[in-house]
């Protein structure tokens, strides 16, 4: 299986991978971002670059004015600052996905060959379950269009089958997102690691999270990545529980069953009752 693995030590955040992400899919559309949102990623933005700073996370073109966004960082300080870094930020490609578990229509399907969790828009019909069910929010919603479907990184499935690399990881000329073998991805972040303690928190992201990603990290010591991997969420796979939980709805549905017919037949009881109760006092007036 193939991956991506960001090595947020390295990012000078120069948007160059979302740049190229949009281009390649999503060229000349716009679309609204909410002032409020967490991030920019939008049905024509999957792929977008977040400023982290003491644990407080920028949008970097919509932040600008808030009182504390760093104004000071340059491509030449990010670097050698300790708790602050540019995060990519995409679909992460669980290995099972969230979102193909509960799309009833099978638009999602992991590509075991690429990596991809790969998104059919034409098989959509614009539910939204994968919006609700992916833990980490990434599905985005075509609000402006008369029928609106989701839309996502696809990780260049297309090209990744023809022999290249998704073009985000092509544009990236600083090394900071590079794409292979998931597995010799884990152990060249398991080596950097080793060589350089103090570069890197001692943690490859995506390796055993939600059952595993086809989006790696490697990050700073003091900018850990809780943020976009959502740690409560444990290593088990996210479907796992979608199974565990469906697995008691026959239970549920029995146990509704009998309580509806138990009290159909209390309510049906009460209504005789009061029927034989009027046909008597028809049949004995009142004095
Ligand atoms: S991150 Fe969300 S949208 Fe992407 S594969 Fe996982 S569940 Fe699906
Ligand atoms: S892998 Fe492809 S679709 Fe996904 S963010 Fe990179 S360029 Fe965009
Ligand atoms: S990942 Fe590479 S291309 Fe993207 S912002 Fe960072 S340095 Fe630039």
């Known amino acids: 299986m193939k991956a991506i693995l960001t090595d947020i030590t390295r990012c000078i955040g120069c948007d160059k991978c979302k740049e190229a992400c949009y281009n390649q899919y999503n060229k000349g559309k716009v679309c609204a971002i909410s002032a409020d949102a967490k991030d920019d990623l939008s049905e024509a933005t999957w ?7 003491r644990g407080n996370v920028f949008v970097k073109d919509m932040d600008q004015e808030k009182p504390d966004f760093p104004k000071d960082v340059s491509e ?19 290995n099972e996905p969230t979102c193909e578990a509960v799309c009833p229509v099978g638009a999602f399907h992991k590509d075991q060959e690429t990596g991809a969790v790969i998104y059919e828009s034409h098989k959509c019909i614009g539910c939204r379950y994968c919006m609700y069910a992916c833990p980490f929010g990434i599905p985005r919603y075509e609000w402006g269009t008369p029928f609106p479907v989701v839309q996502k990184c696809i990780l260049c499935y297309e090209e990744i089958k023809t022999g290249r690399k998704p073009a985000c990881t092509e ?4 090394g900071a997102t590079i794409f292979g073998d998931r597995d010799e991805l884990i152990a060249e972040a398991h080596r950097r690691i080793e060589q350089e303690p103090g570069r890197y928190r001692n943690h490859v992201y995506g390796e055993h999270e939600a059952g595993g990603t086809a989006v790696l990290y490697l990050t700073k010591p003091q900018v850990p990545l809780d943020f976009l991997f959502h740690q409560r969420l444990g290593v088990d796979p996210l479907p796992s529980y979608t199974w565990q939980w469906l697995a008691k709805v026959p239970t549920i549905g029995m146990s509704a069953a009998f309580a509806g017919t138990g009290l159909f037949w209390i309510i049906k009881r009460r209504n005789l009752l009061a029927q034989g109760e009027e046909a008597l006092e028809r049949k004995e007036p009142h004095a």
């Open 171 to 174: 544009a990236c000329q600083d």
């Open 47 to 53: 792929t977008t670059v977040l400023l982290v700073d």
């Open 76 to 94: 030449q300080t990010i670097l050698s600052l300790p708790q602050t870094a540019f995060v990519r930020k995409q679909c992460l490609h669980c």
